[in-house]
């Protein structure tokens, strides 16, 4: 046991506990919902590290950004294409760098 995380042994827990979060429509609501806490965890973080230029902002920006590059990469090496994961991923750093620009521009954050 070496100690090191590989990519084989994070496609268990991704099929068992993330991905029918995307297939069942009856967990959707779930699903918008830990979504859009993540845009506004992800937002917050990203104004941190961009206007306040603040350590811990930037720490955890950059975690955010390694973990979604991890998820990503593994669901390309599995199915050869973006797929749900990727797509939602992309969407919650869309949409959390619009909020965090929009809190900036407007003064409510």
């Known amino acids: 046991m070496s100690g090191e995380s590989s990519l084989d042994d994070e496609p268990d827990a991704i099929e068992r506990w993330v991905l029918p979060y995307f297939r069942d429509s009856s967990l959707w609501p779930v699903l918008l919902v830990v979504l859009g806490a993540l845009i506004g965890f992800v937002g917050i973080a990203v104004l941190f590290a961009v206007r306040d230029h603040k350590p811990l902002g930037i720490v955890s920006t950059g975690l955010l950004i390694i973990a979604s590059l991890r998820a990503i990469r593994w669901e390309w090496r599995l199915h050869g294409r973006a797929g749900p ?22 003064g409510l954050l």
Request: positive net charge.
């Open 85 to 106: 994961i990727s797509v939602a991923l992309g969407l919650v750093w869309f949409l959390a760098s619009a909020a965090a620009w929009f809190g900036a521009r407007s």
